[in-house]
T-cell receptor
Framework: DTEVTQTPKHLVMGMTNKKSLKCEQH?????MYWYKQKAKKPPELMFV???????INESVPSRFSPECPNSSLLNLHLHALQPEDSALYLC???????????????FGPGTRLTVL | EDQVTQSPEALRLQEGESSSLNCSYT??????LFWYRQDPGKGPEFLFT???AGEEKEKERLKATLTKKESFLHITAPKPEDSATYLC?????????????FGTGTRLLVSP
């Protein structure tokens, strides 16, 4: 099973709303990722969690707040977003890096976010 | 700085017309090169991992190869359902192994 699931599929929110994106995997992976993808651009890394601890934060604005409640779940809390934050938000997971030369990342289907 | 460049940016083929997509990379200590397929509005679908120069991987009409400076994705006798954006990404270095550095992709359109 190489499936990563994300909910919701689509989200429309105002600039004053608070919402959350959810991601789940059952592959036993211990690294999970959030990416942001704008139209016709490649995915941009936002956050990496390794063994439920934040490992990488790519200087993302504080209006995006990640959370990893357990090894299978990853959340992205959204607050006071701007219209330019509208994008496809992708979750991915992989084996943790320790003891491995490379780590294949498997992506979920994404959440299409529109900020009005 | 690690860089990945894909060409062409867009490619239009007739059904059955074979071709190749290119991914050239400049990295410090390649750990792995990955090919993904992405359909519009969906997440990237993992296709291949290549690790060492000379390595080849195949899946249906797709074949990926790797040299010390570039990778090719060969598409043999493509069908319309092969239409998608193909992304190349690398993992490199001692501290970057969790990061994927993506190219900008090749948009492939296969016409019947």
């Amino acid at each position: 099973d190489t499936e990563v699931t994300q909910t919701p599929k689509h989200l429309v929110m105002g600039m004053t709303n608070k919402k959350s994106l959810k991601c789940e995997q059952h592959m036993g992976h211990r690294a999970m990722y959030w990416y942001k993808q704008k139209a016709k651009k490649p995915p941009e890394l936002m956050f990496v969690y390794s063994y439920e601890k934040l490992s990488i934060n790519e200087s993302v604005p504080s209006r995006f707040s990640p959370e990893c409640p357990n090894s299978s779940l990853l959340n992205l809390h959204l607050h006071a977003l701007q219209p330019e934050d509208s994008a496809l938000y992708l979750c991915a997971s992989s084996q943790d890096h320790r003891g491995r030369i490379y780590n294949e990342q498997f992506f979920g289907p994404g959440t299409r976010l529109t900020v009005l | 700085e690690d860089q990945v460049t894909q060409s062409p940016e867009a490619l239009r083929l007739q059904e059955g017309e074979s071709s190749s997509l290119n991914c050239s990379y400049t990295v410090s200590g390649l750990r792995g090169l990955f090919w993904y397929r992405q359909d519009p509005g969906k997440g990237p679908e993992f296709l291949f991992t290549l690790y060492s120069a000379g390595e080849e991987k195949e899946k249906e009409r797709l074949k990926a190869t790797l040299t010390k400076k570039e990778s090719f994705l060969h598409i043999t006798a493509p069908k319309p359902e092969d239409s998608a954006t193909y992304l190349c990404a690398v993992q490199a270095g001692d501290t970057g192994f969790q990061k994927l550095v993506f190219g900008t992709g090749t948009r492939l359109l296969v016409s019947p």
